[in-house]
C-alpha cells in the first residue's frame, strides 16, 4: 500500500527541475537504472557529496561511506556532512547565513521513501542549488576583474589629464555599479526565491488547515448528532440504568448463591473426610483396643514377675545370711587351722627333739645295762605312738582345710549368683516401669480417641442438618432466579426491538440534519 502511494510521488519527484539539474552532474545509477535507483542513489549522500566537492574544490575531503546498502546510520552519517559543508561554505566562503530551515537528516535516513523524505531532499537540492549559483556568479564576477585589468594597466601609463583617463575612470565607475547591481540583483533573486520557497510553505500550511479545518467540521457535526441521540438516550439509559442494578443485584445474589452450591460440595466433600477420618479412627481404636489387652496381659505378668522379684529378694537376703555366717565359720576354721599348725610345728620340733636326744641316749648308753635298754624302748615306742598320734591330726587338719576351702569357694559362687540375680531384679524393674508408663499412655490415648469420636460424630450430625437447610434454601433461591431471569430476557427483547427502532428512527434524522449541513456548507462557502 506503500509503495503504491509512493510511486506516483517518486515518479513526480525525479522529473522535478532539481533532479534534473542534479543529473548534469553525471549520471545517478549505473547502466538503464529505475527512479528508485537514482532515488536511493540521491538519498545515501553518496553523489551529492561529489557534486559539492565539484562547486566547492577547495573543501576538506571528509570520509564518505560509499557502501550504504540501505543502512540509516551510514546514510544519516553522510547526509549530516554533507549537510555541514554547505553551513560552512555559505558561513564561510559567502559570508551569508541561511535563512530557511535545514534538511531534516533523520527523516531523510528514516524514512526516506515517504512525503516529508522527499520533501527534505527537495530543501537538499535547494542549497546545493544555491551554492552552484553562488559560485557561478563569483566566477563571473573574477572574469570581469580580469577583463578590466589591461585597461586600467593602459590608463596608468597614459597622461593624467586626457580625455581617454577620464573615461577608463568612468568605465571603472559603471563597472563597480554594475557589480553592486549584479550583487543586488543576486541577493533580490535569493529573497525572491526564499519568499516563493515560503509561500509555498504557507500554501502548504494553508491545505493542510482546510484539511483540518474540514475535518474539524465533520467532528463537529459528529459531535451534534451524538449530542442528540445522548439527550434521546439519556431517559432510556436512566431507566436502563435501574434495571442493570437490578440485575446486579440478582446476579450478586446468584454468584453468592453459586458460591454456597460450592461450599456445599466443599460440606459434601468434608463429610466423606470425616467418614473416612471416623473409620480410620475406629481401626485405631480397635487395634488400641487389642494393644490394651496385650498390656493387660503384660501387666498381670509384670505383678508375677514382682511376686517372684520379692521371693528372690527374701532368697536374696537369707543367702547373705548364709554368706556371713559362712564367713565367721571360716574365718573362726582358719584361727583352728593357725593354732593346729603351730602346735603341729611344736610336735614335730618336740619330736625332732626327742629323736635327738633318743640318739644321743643310744650313744651314750651301748654300755649301759638291759633294763636301760627297755626304758630307752619304752621311750621310743612312746614317742613313735606320739608321732603317729600327731600325723593322724595333721591328715584330719588337712582334710578340714580342704573341706573349708570348698566350702569358701562355693561360698564365692553364691555370691556371683547373687549378683547376677540383683543386676536381673534391676532390669526387671525397669521393664516394669517402662510397662507401667507404656500403659498410661496408651490409656490416655485412647481416651482422646474416645473424646475426638464422640466430637466428630457430633459435627458430622451438625454437617448433615446445615446441608440439609442450604439444599433447600439453594433450590428455593435458583427457581426465583430462573423466573426473574425470564423476566429479564423479557424486558432485554423488548428493549432491544425498541432500541432497534429509535436507531433507525434518529439515523433517518441524523441523514436529514447531515444533508442540511451540506446545503448551508455549500452557501457558505459560494
Known amino acids: ?200 510553505d504557507c500554501k502548504q500550511e494553508l491545505e493542510q488547515m482546510e484539511i483540518e479545518l474540514k475535518r474539524l467540521q465533520q467532528e463537529n457535526m459528529n459531535l451534534l448528532s451524538d449530542a442528540r441521540s445522548a439527550r434521546m438516550y439519556r431517559d432510556e439509559l436512566d431507566a436502563l440504568r435501574e434495571k442493570a442494578v437490578r440485575v446486579d443485584k440478582l446476579e450478586s445474589e446468584v454468584s453468592r448463591y453459586k458460591e454456597r452450591l460450592h461450599d456445599i460440595e466443599f460440606y459434601k466433600a468434608r463429610v466423606e473426610e470425616l467418614k473416612e477420618d471416623n473409620q480410620v479412627l475406629l481401626e485405631t481404636k480397635t487395634m488400641l483396643e487389642d494393644q490394651l489387652e496385650g498390656t493387660r496381659a503384660r501387666s498381670d505378668k509384670l505383678h508375677e514377675l514382682e511376686k517372684e522379684n520379692l521371693q528372690l529378694k527374701a532368697k536374696l537376703h537369707d543367702m547373705e545370711m548364709e554368706r556371713d555366717m559362712d564367713r565367721k565359720k571360716i574365718e573362726e576354721l582358719m584361727e583352728e587351722n593357725m593354732t593346729l599348725e603351730m602346735a603341729q610345728k611344736q610336735s614335730m620340733d618336740e619330736s625332732l627333739h626327742l629323736g635327738w636326744e633318743l640318739e644321743q641316749i643310744s650313744r651314750t648308753s651301748e654300755l649301759s645295762e638291759a633294763p636301760q635298754k627297755s626304758l630307752g624302748h619304752e621311750v621310743n615306742e612312746l614317742t613313735s605312738s606320739r608321732l603317729l598320734k600327731l600325723e593322724m591330726e595333721n591328715q584330719s587338719l588337712t582334710k578340714t582345710v580342704e573341706e573349708l576351702r570348698t566350702t569358701v569357694d ?42 475426638l469420636s464422640k466430637d466428630l460424630m457430633k459435627e458430622k450430625a451438625q454437617l448433615e442438618k446445615t446441608i440439609e437447610t442450604l439444599r433447600e434454601n ?28 429509535s436507531a433507525e428512527a434518529r439515523v433517518k434524522d441524523i441523514e436529514k440534519e447531515n444533508k442540511i449541513l451540506h446545503e448551508s456548507i455549500k452557501e457558505t462557502s459560494s
Open 1 to 200: 500500500m506503500e509503495n503504491e502511494i509512493f510511486t506516483p510521488l517518486l515518479e513526480q519527484f525525479m522529473t522535478s527541475p532539481l533532479v534534473t539539474w542534479v543529473k548534469t552532474f553525471g549520471p545517478l545509477a549505473a547502466g538503464n537504472g529505475t527512479n528508485l535507483d537514482e532515488y536511493v542513489a540521491l538519498v545515501d549522500g553518496v553523489f551529492l557529496n561529489q557534486v559539492m566537492l565539484q562547486i566547492n574544490p577547495k573543501l576538506e575531503s571528509q570520509r564518505v561511506n560509499k557502501k550504504v546498502n540501505n543502512d540509516a546510520s551510514l546514510r544519516m552519517h553522510n547526509l549530516s556532512i554533507l549537510v555541514r559543508q554547505i553551513k560552512f561554505y555559505y558561513q564561510e566562503t559567502l559570508q551569508q547565513l541561511i535563512m530557511m530551515s535545514l534538511p531534516n537528516v533523520l527523516i531523510i535516513g528514516k524514512n526516506p521513501f515517504s512525503e516529508q523524505g522527499t520533501e527534505e531532499v527537495k530543501k537538499l537540492l535547494l542549497l546545493l542549488l544555491g551554492c552552484a549559483v553562488q559560485t557561478i556568479i563569483e566566477l563571473s564576477e573574477e572574469r570581469d576583474g580580469l577583463h578590466f585589468l589591461p585597461h586600467a594597466s593602459s590608463s596608468a601609463q597614459s597622461p593624467c589629464g586626457s580625455p581617454g583617463m577620464k573615461r577608463t575612470e568612468s568605465r571603472q565607475h559603471l563597472s563597480v555599479e554594475l557589480a553592486d547591481a549584479k550583487a543586488k540583483i543576486r541577493r533580490l533573486r535569493q529573497e525572491l526565491e526564499e519568499k516563493t520557497e515560503q509561500l509555498l
Open 474 to 501: 439453594s433450590e428455593r433461591q435458583i427457581k426465583i432466579l430462573e423466573q426473574e431471569n425470564e423476566h429479564l430476557n423479557q424486558t432485554v427483547s423488548s428493549l432491544r426491538q425498541r432500541s432497534q427502532i
Open 410 to 451: 562355693s561360698v564365692e559362687g553364691n555370691a556371683s549368683k547373687i549378683l547376677k540375680m540383683e543386676k536381673e531384679n534391676q532390669r526387671l524393674s525397669k521393664k516394669v516401669e517402662i510397662l507401667e508408663n507404656e500403659i498410661v499412655q496408651e490409656k490416655q490415648s485412647l481416651q482422646n480417641c474416645q473424646n
